[in-house]
């Protein structure tokens, strides 16, 4: 767990001030990155005028908004210590194998509607049968038609099974690596570190674009994060989302103390995301409405991305806040429409 300070920091700058840079992009050794995260939150106004360079020269002024549905919830084999689906959780949610169709159509139909950037579909569990992935395929068609871009969140998948889903025009895949290689036994022993990254690697070769990132405040240390964020270097993710804790009664981190996710500490690692994959969608995913509340001006410097409407099961902001956020702070919300058929 972090022992960042609390001292306040604010951002007065216009957004739009903010100069690109033209140079290489920095490549931070492993010291270096640790010595950010670790450093006193006065260095915070110049690591958030690094960070904002990068988000400038590879993002602009965009901000794209992701649409979530949780397709499939609960009742997952596997022990991941943060999550309300897993099978070790008592959390108190609603289980279910297959979202109402309707409800998917629909979110898919309000992502086309307000030209987001992207349909999530989250999807509990580890395995998937062959006909379940061809159920899901099926449905992957239906969406496609309205040209939305899709992303699955999905566990490990066979090579046949990334094949169906690829052949019926799934765009991306999330697989979080979560955390560092050798803090991963701390939080989940029912599979491991490597076995996730090697289904990406897998999902890679087959030409899908990836979204994978993390959690943090799991009790992880600095080096844990600045290792999880080299591995994600290596794996170059088009989208790197960060979720910062909210624990969930019910779940084994639900006692877990959460004061070291301060907002100059959350916006650290969110910096130290940018310098280390600059090229990449950061999101800002679980936690922004808790740890970022009235900060949403130096979020936006760092981060492209953020969610609308619920993170699965710990609740999210609407869609209309999330865009009155976005133009508060100086912003435009990105609209993906290019290849949408109107
Ligand atoms: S994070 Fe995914 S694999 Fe882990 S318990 Fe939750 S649903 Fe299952």
Redesign the pocket.
Same mark, same amino acid.
């Given at each position: 767990m972090s022992t960042a300070t609390s001292t306040q920091t604010s951002s007065t700058e216009c957004p739009s001030t903010e100069s690109s840079t033209t140079a290489a992009d920095p490549v931070l050794t492993r010291e270096e990155a640790i010595a950010i995260l670790a450093g006193p939150d006065s260095e915070l106004p110049e690591l958030l005028k690094r960070a904002g360079a990068l988000r400038r020269k590879y993002k602009g002024n965009r901000v794209s908004i992701h649409l979530l549905t949780n397709a499939r919830s609960g009742n997952?084999s596997?022990? /991941?210590a943060y999550?309300a689906?897993?099978c070790r959780s008592k959390a108190d949610i609603e289980t279910y194998k297959w979202v109402d169709d309707k409800k998917l159509y629909d979110d898919n139909e309000f992502v086309h509607d307000h030209h987001l950037a992207r349909h999530c579909i989250g999807l509990?569990?580890?395995g998937f049968s062959d006909d379940e992935i061809r159920e899901l395929a099926d449905r992957i068609r239906v969406m496609k038609k309205q040209g939305t871009h899709l992303c699955c969140s999905i566990?490990f998948l066979t090579e046949k099974q990334a094949l169906m889903l690829k052949e019926a025009g799934l765009d991306r895949i999330n697989h979080n690596l979560n955390s560092s290689r050798s803090y991963y036994h701390n939080i /989940?022993t029912t599979h491991t570190f490597d076995q996730r990254v090697n289904n990406i690697k897998m999902l890679q070769r087959l030409g899908f674009e990836i979204c994978s990132g993390g959690i943090i405040g799991m009790g992880e240390s600095h080096a844990d994060v600045v290792d999880m964020l080299l591995e994600l270097r290596e794996i170059a993710p088009q989208a790197l989302p960060i979720n910062f804790l909210l624990p969930i009664p019910g779940t084994p981190l639900e006692h877990t103390d959460t004061s070291g996710l301060t907002t100059e500490y959350c916006l650290k690692v969110l910096c130290l995301a940018r310098l280390m994959v600059p090229q990449t969608d950061l999101r800002c995913a679980a936690g922004r409405e808790v740890y970022f509340k009235g900060r949403e001006g130096d979020l936006l410097r760092v981060v492209d991305s953020i969610f609308a409407s619920g993170y699965l099961t710990a609740g999210g902001q609407g869609i209309k806040d999330t865009i009155q956020a976005i133009e508060n702070a100086g912003y435009t919300y990105e609209i993906e429409s290019d290849d949408r058929e109107e």
């Open positions: 997952c596997q022990n /991941c999550c689906q897993s509990s569990g580890m566990g /989940c």
